[in-house]
């Protein structure tokens, strides 16, 4: 298995942020010295991942501007002797970004979907902007690692333990204890935000995946099923459930402090923890 590509999914309006989001795209606003979205960047970069392409709404340029070079900018760093500015500046040159629109939003598969045709490698690694996973790996470095040695063609799931009162906020899987090894988990249910008493396990899918191409082919019979969009939310998960009989579908329960910096509350901690 040889993961060369990653889908950012970065369209959404950040409505939590009001009024910042009106100006700025809040995966643009700072951890440490870098915005929230140089980490998931950077994230793929750890892993070996140079081709990245980012699904963003109209208003959201600056997410794709950030890392894109300035040839001026460069060399008057250059000439003023600022060998760290520059080497910061520069550490994305050897990336190839994309940028793809999502022209509605009809929910997180059809912002997966909008990149069908860029993808050329299968697996394909799928990190949205608003989960980060903080310890000694990274969730794409744990994900990877898992998927080596499941069977050609499987779904691998970032899973995370939640209390069983917050399973209504998240898809919760359903697993097969037999065939459990340790943080790899074999789905064979997939449920989006059922009740306490429906949640068939507390392991809830959080944002990071690894998909092969065909669950574009079961994202496109979605929408041609539903007739077309047309308002229509395209999740996920439903691809998952089509998928599911024909597909090994396979999640892991990722170590370290999973921070959900998509909610102001979620971000005051990632710049408490990340400092």
Known sequence: ??????????????????????????????????????????????????DICFVISHGKELIPQYFTKDLALEALLAKRGKVDALQELCRYAEVRFTTIYQEEQLGDGHAVLQAQTWVQSTPVAVLFGDDLIVGKATGLQQLMSAYTGLPEDSILLCLEDVPREYVRKYGIVGIDERATQGRLKKVTHLIEKPSPEEAPSTFGIVGKYIIPRSTFSALTRIVEEMGGPAGKEIRLVDAFLQQLPTTQIYGYAVEGKRIDTGTPEGYREAVRIMG
């Not at 040889?2 to 643009?28: D, S």
């Not at 440490?32 to 892993?47: Q, W, Y």
Request: charged letters at 20%; a positive charge; aromatic letters at 6%.
């Open 1 to 50: 298995m040889r993961l060369t590509q990653a889908i950012l999914p970065v369209a959404g309006l950040g409505t939590r942020f009001l009024p910042w989001t009106k100006v700025i795209p809040k995966e643009l606003l700072p951890l440490r010295n870098r915005p929230m979205i140089a980490f998931l960047v950077d994230e793929c970069l750890g892993n070996g991942i140079t």
